[in-house]
């Protein structure tokens, strides 16, 4: 199984786009690490590996939005036994055509190959 | 260094994070979003906290009680650039009861930050701080020295990192990120003599 991790310095940024995700894929486990907290703008790597952790598929897609967020997914990365696959496509659109490829059962590799024409970072 | 010096030398670490809370966030104002300040304090206190809540009976322990609260606190870059500054300190003093070659610690924790943020010396970032005071280690090195090596980000063009992006404003600001390694250097010749 394939699932989404979003990764956002904003907390309203991570849950909103999770719901934004959920309207076409309802079915595919995306977990979230937003803000340190509902309130604080910033990411850490506690809430980054626990929303790894906590997601129920094994190959996860993680998208991000900044600077900081990267380095601690590539710290959780370190850390983790799942396979993780870290997009530097455009967290919105990016994250939202994986879900929809993940819905119409494309593997991993394909997912990644479509993602490259949406690379920002 | 024995434990008791270097608990000194990140007690005193964290009070100058603590009194230049302010400068530091000015700093990162025009080239980044002002926050470095703000996210470091919240990081001591942490790892103030933290070390007193389990007194470390290692230097290992110290420096990674240290490295974990940064990591879950600080919030912006400075995060896992610091935590993994110290989580690598850690794992060089596993097992030693004295810090014997500082050079070697510092390269640790330098090699630590480019690994993470992939800078390279000249980019504006910590690394043009640790980069020469790391090389100056077989020598006394001063406050002064460590002054002027954080002067010295002044005049540079930031290229990575968030400071990037104002391109050539970034020049006439003296990186934050570098300020605060410079406090962390000085706390560390301070406790050290």
Known sequence: MQGIVIVSHAYGIAEGLKALLSEIASDIPITTAGGLDEATIGTNLPRVSDAIEQNPAQTLHVFYDLGSALMNVEMAEEMTEKNLIVHKAALVE???IAAAMIMSQADAEKITEELKKLIVK | MDLNNAQQWLSRFFDYIE????YLSELDNPI???DHGHNMARGAKAAREALEATPPTSLEMM???VGMSLLSKVGGASGPLYGSVFLAFANQLKGQDEIKDPK???ASGLEAIVRRGKAS???KTMVDVWTPFTEKLNQAVSSEDIESMVLATKPLKATKGRAAYVG????GHIDPGSYSSGLFFKAFIEAHH
């Open chain 2, 63 to 65: 420096f990674k009680t």
């Open chain 2, 104 to 106: 070697t610690l510092f």
């Open chain 2, 19 to 22: 009194e230049h809370k302010a």
């Open chain 2, 32 to 34: 980044g979003d002002g």
């Open chain 2, 121 to 123: 010396v000249g980019e």
């Open chain 1, 94 to 96: 990016g994250a939202f």
């Open chain 2, 168 to 171: 050539d404003r970034s020049i």
